[in-house]
């Protein structure tokens, strides 16, 4: 079975731009989440998709936003780029999200914000 | 509300020692447990996880754990280390009913020869 996979892997944008990131999720997969990991603050959760309706957010501004499509390919925006938001955005998956189950996650994509 | 925290950021050792790293939690609610590991330029791949049953969890590459619950600790643990285990490691909380990992800050894991 092919596991989680992210694009792009890599991702340069200057301050103010937006950017758009998608992952795709292991077949038969329907809960995505993301994450951002940066050396400062570690990893934190951004938000969980599942059947298309964000079901769990984390404590980040509007700027991010994510969507979920009917095939469970999810896809995060981040609008106004900041030089902080410069991170390893990783996506992970499961089947239903619930507490049993595993995330696995995808290689990332690394973001830098000059 | 939840946290991690493992005690020691970097650990060296030398190859085929044993190794231990801490991770400690503190939570109202009941949590499952986990330890992942990221290797360089790469995302995280599950380790071990503990959800109910024995303390003593084994995972792959001859990683176990233990899970403690009057100390709320699940200390990640390998008897013979070898140069490929070099990487970070990740202890991580999930409340039972949700959904968001929460996770420890990291350790890093460097085995030399």
């Known amino acids: 079975k092919a596991g989680v996979t992210q694009t792009p892997r890599y991702l340069i944008k200057t301050r103010g731009q937006q950017v758009t990131l998608s992952c795709s999720p292991i077949?038969?997969?329907?809960?995505v989440s993301w994450y951002q990991q940066t050396p400062g603050q570690g990893l934190q959760f951004l938000f969980e998709?599942?059947?298309?309706?964000?079901?769990n957010k984390g404590n980040f501004p509007g700027r991010f936003s994510g969507r979920q499509f009917s095939n469970s390919r999810s896809e995060m925006n981040v609008s106004t780029l900041e030089l902080g938001d410069s991170a390893l955005y990783l996506c992970a998956s499961s089947g239903t999200g619930g507490f049993q189950e595993t995330q696995y996650f995808g290689p990332g994509t690394r973001l830098l914000v000059l | 509300a939840q946290s991690v925290t493992q005690l020691d950021s970097q650990v060296p050792v030398f190859e085929e020692a044993p190794v231990e790293l801490r991770c400690n939690y503190s939570?109202?609610?009941?949590?499952?447990l986990f330890w992942y590991v990221q290797y360089p330029n790469q995302g995280l791949q599950l380790l071990l996880k503990?959800?109910?049953?024995?303390?003593l969890v084994k995972g792959i590459n001859g990683f176990e754990a233990e899970f403690n619950k009057s100390q709320t600790s699940f200390h990640l643990r390998k008897p013979s280390v070898h140069i490929s285990d070099t990487a970070e490691y990740f202890c991580?909380?999930?409340?039972?009913?949700?959904?968001?990992?929460?996770f420890g800050k990291g350790t890093t894991l460097s085995v030399s020869s």
């Open positions: 939570s109202s609610v009941s949590v499952y």
């Open positions: 503990y959800l109910s049953g024995s303390t």
């Open positions: 998709y599942f059947s298309e309706t964000q079901r």
């Open positions: 077949s038969g997969h329907r809960s």
């Open positions: 991580a909380v999930l409340p039972q009913a949700g959904t968001a990992l929460i």
